[in-house]
């Protein structure tokens, strides 16, 4: 499992993007990041490890989850463009943070296009 501090520079790496927007539209231990209104990180913190969705190339998707046991379908997501990833310590916080980068300029490109 990611240490706390792990977890913690995770959570403020998302709060620290630019132009993203946190919510909670749903329960209060589900954190929704967007950008213009189109959400790009689901983070669900009641669970241990936390568990943070992210939109995901599909090819880059299916890489993912036959690597990583931790990398799984977007839980209750389109599971084409979405995946859950349980924050076990499988993938480096700075792996986690590349796929945040790339969840997010996914979504810049559904705003703009």
């Known amino acids: 499992m990611l240490k706390p501090s792990e977890t913690t520079a995770i959570k403020r790496y998302l709060d620290k993007i630019k132009g993203a ?14 950008v213009n209104g189109t959400p790009f990180a689901f983070l669900e913190t009641d669970k241990q490890p936390l568990r943070l969705s992210l939109r995901s190339d599909p090819e ?24 859950t990833i349980i924050l076990s310590g499988q993938l480096s916080p700075d792996e986690v943070l590349a796929l945040i980068d790339h969840s997010y300029q996914l979504a810049l490109k559904e705003v703009y296009t």
Do not use: C, I, M
């Not at 927007?21 to 967007?34: G, I």
């Not at 880059?60 to 995946?83: F, I, M």
């Open 60 to 83: 880059l998707s299916k890489l993912l989850r036959a690597k990583y046991e931790e990398v799984t379908p977007g839980h209750k997501l389109d599971q084409r463009y979405w995946n």
């Open 21 to 34: 927007t946190k919510s909670y539209p749903y329960q209060k231990t589900l954190a929704v990041y967007s």
